[in-house]
């Protein structure tokens, strides 16, 4: 008998996992927003991470739960304050495009420490974000995997 060990099936299952098969819709805000408009965004879409653009739709940076409640403990005026003072940005944003695997998407996610990434295309020298992949994401493919068996 030389049939696969139960290991062997299960990654050869892991890496026909796409982010583009697996992504979901983005949460997108404008980076003049301010950081009060960024935590209703937040609480509208149910999203736990923001991305944030330019005039030109080009991802610009990142916004977490985290990095808003810091925001409102800065002393700063929320209600005047763009989005784009407090925001983690480019060129220090993980993102994976459609066509990477699952499994690069996940340890990007433990090795950067961080719940979210935007799923990207080129646009010029830039990037447009057209989903995201979360730690959600990850539990559902988990999922999937034993289901498809
Ligand atoms: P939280 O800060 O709410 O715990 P995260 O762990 O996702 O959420 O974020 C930790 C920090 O990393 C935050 O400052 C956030 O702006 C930043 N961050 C989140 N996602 C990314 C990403 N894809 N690339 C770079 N930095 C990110």
């Known amino acids: 008998y030389t049939g696969k060990s139960s290991t062997q099936l299960l990654s050869a299952s892991l890496k026909k996992f796409h982010v583009k098969d697996f992504q979901s819709l983005p949460a997108v805000i404008d980076e003049s927003v301010s950081v009060y408009e960024a935590i209703c965004k937040m609480f509208l879409d149910d999203a736990g991470t923001l991305f944030i653009v330019n005039q030109s ?30 925001m983690s940005r480019m060129p220090n944003i993980a993102v994976v495009f459609p066509d ?38 990850i539990t559902r493919a988990f999922v999937a995997l034993i289901e498809d068996e």
């Open 57 to 86: 739709n080009e991802l610009v940076g990142v916004c977490s739960r985290k990095d808003l409640l810091r925001a409102t403990m800065g002393g700063q005026d929320i209600h005047t304050t763009p989005v784009h003072v407090i």
């Open 100 to 137: 990477d695997l699952l499994l690069y998407a996940a340890n990007l996610l433990i090795d950067r420490e961080i719940d979210s990434l935007p799923v990207v295309v080129p646009k010029g020298k830039a990037f447009e974000v057209t989903g995201r992949i979360t730690k959600t994401t």
